[in-house]
């Protein structure tokens, strides 16, 4: 089966500008969860989907990023207007089920300059 | 809020030596994780513990789930060149379906 896709791989963007991050879960996987981890430290929670409901968004920092999974397939996530503290590494991840360990997709590389 | 402490924080070895590496928390975990990203990709999930005292092997990996469900162990042997990447640990407590990561620890393979 095909893995979890995120794309863009990278992306570097000036402070102030928009930038949408895009992943694919795993067919028929309802669980999507999206994690951000900034240089060296711990890979933290953002939020978690249930097919097109928002489970969980208790990790998500402030009201400038906005997540999305209409139809309960793909996910977006949002950041407008960027920060410097927005630089990092964005994982989006699913699962079939909740008590399962999920399956990472590559990651996109967010560079806010 | 729920932290996990991971050490060693960066580990450098000979080829064929074993490794040890673990996860601590002032928290009691259900579920425990160990996962293995490399350069340019996502973590990639190894073992996954459900129960306290618990010891699972993939290969020449070992993870054990610790009796207190506060701790939790990964094993290495016979470490070899790809092995080399960071190790993370995940830990979820009952009631919710986010885990909490630790800091990684970054293993390098001298061969």
């Known amino acids: 089966e095909a893995g979890v896709t995120q794309f863009p791989s990278h992306s570097v963007i000036e402070k102030g500008q928009t930038v949408t991050l895009r992943c694919d879960p795993i067919s028929g996987h309802d669980n999507l969860y999206w994690y951000r981890r900034v240089m060296g430290k711990e890979i933290k929670f953002l939020l978690h989907?249930?097919?097109?409901?928002?489970?969980?968004e208790s990790g998500m920092p402030n009201n400038r990023f906005l997540a999305e999974r209409t139809g309960g397939t793909y996910s977006t996530l949002k950041v407008q207007p960027a920060e410097l503290e927005d630089s990092g590494v964005y994982f989006c991840?699913?699962?079939?089920?909740?008590?399962?360990?999920?399956?990472f997709g590559s990651g996109t590389r967010l560079t806010v300059v | 809020g729920q932290q996990l402490n991971q050490s060693p924080q960066s580990m450098f070895i000979q080829e064929g030596e074993d490794v040890s590496m673990n996860c601590t928390s002032s928290s009691i975990f259900n579920t425990w994780l160990w996962y293995k990203q490399e350069p340019g990709e996502g973590p990639v999930l190894l073992i996954a513990?459900?129960?306290?005292?618990e010891l699972t092997s993939n290969g020449r990996l070992t993870a054990q789930f610790g009796i207190t469900r506060k701790d939790s162990f990964l094993n290495i042997s016979a470490s070899i060149p790809s092995d080399v990447g960071i190790y993370f640990c995940?830990?979820?407590?009952?009631?919710?379906?986010?885990?909490?990561f630790g800091t990684g620890t970054r293993l390098k393979v001298l061969a």
């Open positions: 995940a830990g979820r407590t009952s009631g919710t379906y986010k885990y909490i």
């Open positions: 989907f249930v097919k097109e409901s928002k489970q969980d």
């Open positions: 513990l459900y129960k306290a005292g």
């Open positions: 991840a699913s699962s079939l089920r909740t008590d399962q360990g999920y399956t």
